[in-house]
């Protein structure tokens, strides 16, 4: 005879492997007991019978929004929609639906003890078209999140609060992260402000080194606890919190009164490993716990937000979640089949060329893209130009450094020198091979906005794209708190005809 928890377990394994009905990640947790009480996934449906909103865009060229569904029940995104609705502008992802039937909606995230660098102190939102993949070779959009840019939502319906048991998983780019405070999805406080050690418990993502840190350099999934970092119990460092090397990457943290684990994976393939299980931390204020119930992504509980990362999908429960339940969900995500697909379009690039780019912006088509010194800025070039301008306005295309499904563009006159942003506006720096420098220096050409060559848009920071503006070069959006963020002739200046180079 069967004992009720040996039942349990093989109803999971049948849920995950479809053999007796296909299911969702939330389908399985609720056969484990441990329902989802918030299920946000732009990817993808995370329930078999879903069929609602996963997230809302709105495009830059009107402000109007849609919402993009599933193909069909339990499937994934709309892409195509999207990819129709935001044609020649751009969008951005302004609500992050829950799945749950709870409201728990995911929205632009409001100051707290930081303000974010959008209008009144709000974070940005992330941009539609940052985080291409494909789920079964379907293309879908993950959300990714550069420096200031964040979720959340302070009025939750049914998340753990006090001492309560929950759970959460996420699946994330483990490619994209910083050491910035901090790349965070979970339980916030619900005053967007640090209200003491203990009030959150949310999955981080990065090699932040602060607080607390796993073995090797890092990135590590660890728990964000408000005001620590935790690999483990110990507040400073366990080694047996592994570096992750995956593309995608299965993030788990889950708690109850004096007892959590961390657990992770390959989101693409294989099964969970335990990074930490047992008490919850020796430092006061941890145990017992004073989850305050808020969702955040993207960001901390008092809205830091200089971290940065892609978020594909992640749930939160009531109850904590068994390990047969999560390995469940597991072999779901792996069935899933997350993958890498183009970040490029339009007019293709060709890695060792020279190339110029050519201005389309009516009235000033006789310019290029150029520098003078390390300012990147366009001139008037011609056939009789002087060499030395020619050689300025000319660039060699590499393989992106940061990326090598993009781009990256360097100095035909100064070997050594690439093209990057700072502080949003375009110089020529030399490559000091950092990994700040690489990601700068990163872009992704997208067919021109305006119909016209190539609009290159920064790899970090997806919203903003190559952008003259009074002949400077910068890093501008469609729309913003910066000058060169004017939506005035925004997709002409975006837009550039790539052409051979002068030298």
Request: with cysteine; aromatic share 10%; proline share 4%.
């Amino acid at each position: 005879m069967f004992s009720r928890t040996s039942l349990e377990a093989f109803a999971l394994i049948l849920l995950a492997t479809g053999s007796l009905v296909h299911a969702g990640p939330c389908d399985i947790y609720a056969s484990g007991g441990t329902p989802c009480i918030a299920a946000h996934g732009t990817t993808r449906a995370l329930y078999d019978s879903y069929t609602g909103p996963l997230y809302q865009v709105k495009r830059g060229s009107d402000n109007t929004t849609t919402t993009i569904a599933p193909v069909s029940a339990g499937g994934v995104a709309n892409a195509a929609a999207q990819d129709t609705f935001c044609a020649s502008t751009t969008c951005l992802i302004t609500i992050i639906y829950d799945q749950s039937g709870r409201g728990n909606h995911l929205t632009q995230a409001p100051p707290g003890g930081f303000n974010g660098p959008d209008i009144n102190g709000y974070d940005n939102l992330a941009s539609a078209i940052g985080a291409p993949v494909t789920l079964n070779g379907k293309k879908a959009y993950g959300v990714f999140v550069s420096p200031g840019t964040g979720y959340r939502n302070n009025a939750v319906s049914g998340s753990a609060t006090g001492d309560q048991p929950e759970g959460m998983y996420a699946i994330l780019d483990g490619t994209h992260y910083n050491d910035a405070c901090c790349f965070d999805y979970g339980n916030a406080e619900t005053s967007s402000r640090d209200t003491g050690n203990g009030h959150m418990e949310a999955i981080y993502y990065g090699d932040n080194t602060v607080w607390g840190s796993g073995s090797g350099s890092g990135p590590w999934v660890m728990a964000d606890l408000e005001n620590g970092l935790f690999s483990g119990q110990n507040p400073k460092n366990n080694a047996g919190n592994p570096t992750i090397t995956n593309r995608f990457v299965t993030a788990i943290v889950k708690g109850m009164p004096n007892q959590w684990a961390i657990r992770g994976g390959n989101g693409a393939s294989g099964s969970l490993s335990t990074y930490w299980t047992g008490a919850r931390p020796t430092v006061g204020g941890y145990n017992p716990m004073s989850l305050e119930g808020a969702i955040i992504l993207g960001i901390g509980g008092d809205n830091s937000n200089g971290a940065q990362g892609t978020f594909y999908e992640g749930v939160m429960t009531s109850g904590y979640p068994s390990d047969a339940t999560e390995n469940s969900v597991q072999a779901n995500i792996v069935a899933a089949k997350y993958a890498v697909t183009s970040l490029t379009s339009g007019p293709a690039l060709t890695v060792g060329s020279s190339i110029s780019f050519k201005v389309t912006t009516p009235g000033y088509t006789t310019r290029y893209l150029s520098h003078t010194g390390s300012t990147v800025n366009t001139q008037v070039v011609t056939s009789s130009s002087t060499t030395a301008l020619k050689q300025a306005t000319s660039w060699i295309v590499r393989a992106g450094l940061a990326n090598s499904g993009c781009f990256s563009f360097e100095s035909t006159d100064t070997a050594g020198s690439f093209i990057r942003h700072y502080n949003f506006a375009l110089v020529l720096n030399a490559n000091d091979g950092s990994k700040q420098f690489n990601e700068d220096a990163t872009f992704c050409p997208l067919a021109g906005l305006n119909g016209q060559g190539n609009t290159i848009r920064s790899w970090g920071y997806p919203t903003r794209f190559f952008r003259h503006y009074a002949n400077i070069g910068y890093i501008g959006s469609n729309g913003g708190v910066h000058t060169f963020d004017n939506p005035a002739s925004f997709n002409d200046d975006v837009s550039f005809i790539v052409g051979a180079g002068f030298a």
